[in-house]
């Protein structure tokens, strides 16, 4: 495999700036790098001697660990720069809590010393305002001499989809004529971001998977996301939906995914200079998920799908909320293999973006 072609780049939005190609031949290196670990084979030279530094400005378990024990499997070095203790992100005119080094600084600096940058970041209730901090990733890009990887920021998560998209793989064999669906689920907590279910609509998209996003009024996601899923759609001679009908999204359907998410309209906004012009209304968010707490993924609803479908979720997921116990601890879940997957996936990432020796 070459691997030319990904060397220094960033993983920022792949599931837009990488072709349908590209994302094979990770899937590929995946699948590759699974085997020889599940073999016991040494990979310690695919990246011996390279430094992998990363950001957590929220918390992480499964992105965490599988990033610091993926480069260390593959002979690297993983340096966690704990926010507050090294750095806090602070973007020139921006009206937000970030008050330590301009971005420009610490992105040069850190591309004299190691090979990656690797950042999540999607905010908290009380600061968030969508687009900020995928835009404060592109501004690390902008500046960076070395790959930039999206852990996670407040419009894609990318790792988790490769992760998924490796998972429906090894379940299924290929993608064509595979449905998938990635619903809306209640859950108690207004604050969950769109990274997900946006990156889990155009990443099987792109696949040429058969996808529906099922979600109640006023839970649409980001227009460009949905216009993108079309285009995807067009291009592979699949099928891209949108229903407010979660039972009637479920019929047949090989893949289901019940996440919630929070609603666009109630988050606050920023002008193109950061001064911020609309409060976040959490108030009527609330509302909003109270109305459509029926949206949960039950035994009832597991009946409707393909009778070798599966349950997806990137988990934490609210039990009793967004799924019942039987449904997440029964046959049909694969929670776990994805859990498993998103070390393979990630460490296929590494290997690619920071020169790896295969």
């Known amino acids: 495999m070459r ?5 220094g780049r960033d993983w920022l939005s792949p599931e837009i700036d990488y072709t349908k190609e590209e994302w094979e031949s990770m899937l590929r290196l995946a699948e590759e790098l699974k085997t020889r670990y599940a073999i016991n084979e040494d990979t310690s030279h695919i990246l011996k001697g390279k430094t992998l530094y990363t950001m957590f400005f929220n918390s992480s378990l499964r992105t965490r660990s599988t990033f610091a024990a993926g480069i260390q499997q593959l002979g690297g070095f993983h340096v966690d720069l704990e926010p507050g203790k090294t750095y806090t992100p602070a973007r020139k005119g921006f009206e937000v809590p970030y008050k330590t080094e301009r971005i420009c ?167 193109e200079n950061g001064k911020k012009i609309k409060e976040e209304n959490l108030d009527g968010m609330k509302d909003l998920f109270e109305r459509n707490k029926h949206w949960i993924c039950d035994e ?14 990137c988990l934490p997921a609210d039990r009793d909320m967004e799924v019942t116990d039987a449904v997440i601890d029964g046959p049909q879940s694969v929670v776990y293999d994805e859990a498993e997957n998103r070390l393979h996936a990630q460490k296929a990432i590494m290997t690619l973006l920071m020169g790896g020796r295969l």
């Not at 691997?3 to 060397?7: E, S, Y």
């Open 105 to 271: 600084d610490v992105a040069q600096v850190l591309s004299r010393t190691g090979d990656a940058l690797a950042i999540r970041m999607y905010g908290a209730p009380s600061q968030w305002i969508y687009g900020f901090a995928h835009e404060t990733m592109k501004e690390f890009a902008h500046y960076s001499d070395i790959p930039i990887i999206n852990m996670e920021c407040d419009v894609y998560h990318p790792c988790q989809a490769l992760a998924d998209m490796l998972t429906v793989k090894e379940k299924f064999g290929d993608f064509k004529k595979k449905k998938f669906v990635i619903s809306w689920a209640y859950s108690g907590s207004t604050s969950k971001p769109f990274a997900v279910p946006q990156s889990l609509a155009l990443a099987p998209s792109l696949l040429g998977m058969d996808v529906i996003l099922a979600r109640p009024k006023g839970f649409e996601l980001d227009p460009e996301v949905t216009k993108k899923c079309h285009e995807y759609a067009a291009q592979n001679g699949s099928t891209f939906e949108e229903t407010d009908d979660m039972e009637a999204a479920f019929e047949g359907a090989h893949v289901v995914y019940p996440k919630s998410w929070g609603a666009l309209p109630f988050f606050a906004q920023m002008d």
């Open 3 to 7: 691997t030319n072609k990904f060397l």
């Open 300 to 313: 009832k609803k597991m009946k409707l799908i393909d009778k070798n479908g599966i349950y997806m979720h």
